[in-house]
């Protein structure tokens, strides 16, 4: 199975099935109409990530509860990025929920997309797609509210290896109450 590999801009496809979880749709759209105007849709249509047998969704959270999740959701980012920066797959895999919860990881560039739905899968991923990354920086970030449980945000990173840099524009959502990235797609050219 290829990977993407830093500065080669060569990704492949590393999914399997197709998306047809509601979620997993809107925020498909989401990162493709642009990585640029579109505003918080994870969590609308689908159930909370959070709601199952045993537990009660949670209604929507306050105002302060959502500047609250925005400013967490900017120190698990950069937690994610340090952890890539530093080769550690293994806590970088750590940042995004696990089993059901985890949507995707999915990076896109001219040549191609690599999709990683399955949680258990992250940390081969992060280990092949990053061994030749020296930093991932957060270059800007912004935070595009909530819905339920998932508050969902866009940023703007560098990527540099060996081979230069690239930038990257991305979206996210995060599980506000759970702390844990369930989404995160990311795109160049």
């Not at 509601?22 to 249509?45: K, Q």
């Not at 270059?139 to 969902?152: A, F, L, P, Q």
């Amino acid at each position: 199975m290829s990977r993407w590999q830093p500065g080669s801009e060569e990704i492949h496809d590393c999914s399997a099935g197709p998306m047809t979880h509601p979620i997993r749709v809107a925020l498909a759209l989401c990162a493709a109409v642009a990585l640029g105007s579109c505003t918080a849709v994870a969590g609308s249509g689908g159930p909370d990530p959070g709601s199952g047998p045993g537990t009660t969704p949670s209604p929507h959270p306050s105002v302060g509860a959502s500047e609250s999740c925005a400013d967490e959701t900017e120190q698990l980012v950069t937690q994610l990025l340090d952890a890539l920066s530093a080769g550690n797959a293994a806590v970088a895999a750590e940042t995004f929920a696990s089993g059901d919860e985890f949507e995707w990881f999915s990076a896109t560039s001219p040549d191609g997309h690599d999709v990683v739905r399955d949680h258990s899968e992250l940390d081969d991923y992060f280990e092949t797609a990053f061994s030749e990354v020296t930093a991932v920086e957060l270059e800007d970030m912004s935070w595009n509210g909530t819905s339920g449980d998932i508050g969902n945000f866009a940023y703007d990173i560098t990527v540099t290896s060996d081979r230069g840099a690239t930038e990257w524009r991305g979206k996210g959502a995060v599980h506000c109450a759970k702390g844990v990235l369930v989404v995160w797609s990311m795109a160049t050219g």
